[in-house]
């Protein structure tokens, strides 16, 4: 199996030598690496522009965006860029975000999992630094999530999905729309990944609306919203984030927002999250 990688970078200077050697350094490398200069002001550019020539299959693309560094619509629109760029054939595709270090045998391991037959999406789990130093796991959703920071797709998976929908919740659209193209996903957990920038330390309340929008463009519905922004305040500890959440969907509500799913995935994603809504 060949896997290409696009990674996505807005100001990642400090972060995307470690990603880099890491991902170079793999029991399995790469066919082709992507690079996206998402609007960086930083060395990012530099960085890239070096990778090229150290590292093989690797090449880099400009692309213009708002500065602003929120979570949905930017990373995927520069995944998507990138994805543009592409040009060797592959069997699995990848999304990593710059800041991360993977451990060697990641890919290795990733690619026996996509060897199951209906494997859509694979990935491992994050673990990041506490006050001491001691990396610890932080995986706050289920168990079978894997984290937007580090995506692989069967190419058949991706293709059946439509790709990745450019707005926030997108790391969960694209497992519940798997799952209805009847995919599995699959998370390892002895594959540990360390994250050397906590999840959301850049953005706090716009985050939680457009949480509640993508609930309505998921087409959650009234209730079902109602009780998974409480769910995501309660798993913050914070009664203000619920609100948001719910003020951001009743704000797409009035403003009917295209939906990002058609009728039928949308009546499967409330079946699911209906059953799911308990555990964590």
Known sequence: MKYVVVIPAHNEA???PGLLASLFAQTVLPAEVVMVNDHSTD???????????????????????????????????????????????????????????????????????FELPNTGIVGGFCYEQDARGEWKLNHPMQ????????KAYHSACFQAMGGL????????????LARFYG????????????????????????AARRQGEAFYRMRYGGLLSFLAALKS????????????VLNG????????????VDEAQGKFIRAYRWKRLGKR
């Open 183 to 206: 995919y599995e996903v699959k998370t390892l957990p002895e594959l540990k990944v360390k994250h050397l920038r906590p999840v959301g330390s850049n953005y706090k309340e716009a």
């Open 14 to 16: 400090a972060f995307l």
């Open 43 to 113: 060395e990012t550019e530099q960085i890239m522009q070096a990778a090229t020539k150290q590292y093989p299959n690797t090449h880099f693309i400009h692309k213009k965006s708002s500065a602003k560094h929120l979570p949905g619509a930017k990373v995927v629109d520069a995944f998507n860029a990138g994805l543009k760029e592409v040009k060797t054939p592959y069997d699995v595709l990848v999304k990593l975000d710059a800041d991360l270090i993977l451990p060697p045998h990641y890919f290795e391991t990733v690619l026996k999992a």
């Open 165 to 176: 929908r450019s707005a926030m919740g997108w790391d969960t659209i694209d497992e519940l």
């Open 233 to 244: 305040g309660w798993s913050k500890k914070s009664l203000a984030w619920s609100f948001a």
């Open 143 to 150: 168990q079978d999530h894997v984290r937007g920071a580090f």
């Open 249 to 260: 969907y009743f704000q797409s509500s009035l403003k009917q927002l295209p939906f990002l």
